[in-house]
């Protein structure tokens, strides 16, 4: 049978409710019309979705399993009618995507391209956090979703890792280790270092591995990716840096000797956990894991 969307709604009501004066007082209808609206859905089904007795209403073993499924097709008819919504009053939508630094490197720009190309109507503002913010813009609730760098604090945070890549030590050119082609990270043990002034412990102890976070030779204190290059290039301090660094932040003076051992720099989408994520944003997000499933190489 072709399941009427009302249908599944008096399913899902239901089974949220497991009591059917509760459920037919939330979806304005009678009880009786309820109980027989959920019999007409069961026997077009010809499985039973929920077993009844006095005392109770609980889910059949079928009706656990077809639940979830009856959930994500009325999230995706809602998302549906939204979009003709917009479309039928001319208005686009705003979605605001934080991100730090050039976190996820060309897949921003072909996210950007291939989400235009299907949701038109849809105006994206790509906001550019400080180095101090690892949430992208998260937790000033400044951004609706944010292209971040792992590890980070995720109290309140939900994330989803797209791609890794390597990391790499950057020097001034006359550096000692500069001629390495590659180097360990005992190397750079004692070694003053670049920092955000950030909260996030994780984030930090990330930047000056291998060395105590709270013992380490801190040579200067950035905020952005001009910032940090200034400082290695007037020998102030020498930082990690994912492997795209050598693409971007490549300056004259820089040198980008690769690390052995470092621990993988990882890209991620985050957003705030219990946030109702717009359709733009759930569509972002989707076309992100897409392109990350073939991500550029480094």
């Given at each position: 049978?072709?399941?009427?969307v009302?249908?599944l709604?008096?399913?899902?009501?239901?089974?949220d409710?497991?009591?059917?004066g509760?459920a037919?007082?939330?979806?304005y209808?009678?009880?009786?019309?309820l109980?027989?609206?959920?019999r007409?859905l069961e026997?077009?089904?010809?499985?039973?979705l929920?077993?009844?007795?006095r005392r109770?209403?609980?889910?059949?073993?079928?009706?656990?399993?077809?639940l979830?499924?009856?959930?994500?097709?009325?999230?995706?008819?809602a998302a549906f009618?939204?979009?003709v919504?917009?479309?039928?009053?001319g208005?686009?939508?705003?979605?605001?995507?934080?991100?730090?630094?050039?976190?996820?490197?060309?897949?921003?720009?072909?996210?950007?391209?291939?989400?235009?190309e299907r949701?038109s109507?849809?105006q994206v503002?790509m906001?550019?956090?400080?180095?101090?913010d690892?949430s992208g813009?998260?937790?000033?609730e400044?951004?609706?979703?944010a292209?971040?760098?792992?590890?980070?604090?995720?109290?309140?945070?939900?994330?989803a890792p797209l791609?890794?890549?390597?990391?790499v030590?950057?020097?001034?050119?006359?550096?000692?280790?500069?001629?390495?082609a590659?180097?360990v990270l005992?190397d750079?043990?004692?070694?003053p270092?670049l920092?955000?002034?950030?909260?996030?412990?994780?984030?930090?102890?990330?930047?000056?591995?291998?060395n105590?976070?709270?013992?380490?030779?801190?040579g200067a204190?950035?905020?952005?990716?001009d910032?940090?290059?200034e400082?290695?290039l007037?020998?102030?301090g020498?930082?990690?840096?994912?492997?795209?660094?050598?693409?971007y932040?490549?300056r004259p003076?820089?040198?980008?000797?690769d690390v052995?051992?470092?621990?993988p720099?990882?890209?991620?989408?985050?957003w705030r956990?219990?946030a109702?994520?717009s359709?733009p944003?759930?569509?972002?997000?989707?076309?992100l894991q897409?392109?990350?499933?073939?991500?550029?190489?480094?």
């Amino acid at each position: 049978m072709d399941v009427d969307v009302r249908l599944l709604r008096y399913f899902v009501t239901l089974a949220d409710e497991l009591h059917f004066g509760r459920a037919a007082a939330r979806l304005y209808v009678s009880q009786p019309a309820l109980s027989k609206q959920i019999r007409v859905l069961e026997d077009g089904l010809r499985v039973n979705l929920f077993t009844r007795t006095r005392r109770q209403v609980t889910l059949t073993p079928a009706g656990a399993s077809l639940l979830p499924r009856a959930q994500a097709v009325l999230a995706a008819y809602a998302a549906f009618r939204s979009e003709v919504d917009l479309l039928r009053s001319g208005q686009g939508a705003r979605l605001t995507v934080g991100f730090i630094a050039q976190a996820a490197n060309e897949l921003t720009p072909l996210a950007l391209r291939l989400f235009r190309e299907r949701h038109s109507h849809v105006q994206v503002d790509m906001r550019q956090a400080s180095l101090d913010d690892s949430s992208g813009g998260l937790r000033s609730e400044t951004v609706e979703i944010a292209i971040v760098r792992l590890p980070i604090e995720d109290d309140g945070l939900s994330i989803a890792p797209l791609l890794t890549e390597p990391r790499v030590v950057v020097l001034p050119a006359d550096h000692k280790l500069a001629d390495r082609a590659q180097v360990v990270l005992d190397d750079l043990r004692g070694e003053p270092r670049l920092v955000t002034s950030t909260p996030d412990q994780l984030f930090r102890a990330f930047a000056l591995e291998p060395n105590d976070s709270q013992q380490a030779s801190v040579g200067a204190v950035v905020t952005t990716v001009d910032e940090f290059s200034e400082a290695v290039l007037a020998h102030r301090g020498i930082a990690l840096a994912p492997a795209s660094g050598r693409r971007y932040y490549a300056r004259p003076g820089l040198v980008f000797i690769d690390v052995a051992d470092a621990t993988p720099s990882t890209v991620a989408v985050a957003w705030r956990t219990g946030a109702a994520l717009s359709q733009p944003a759930q569509a972002f997000i989707a076309i992100l894991q897409d392109l990350a499933a073939d991500a550029l190489p480094t």
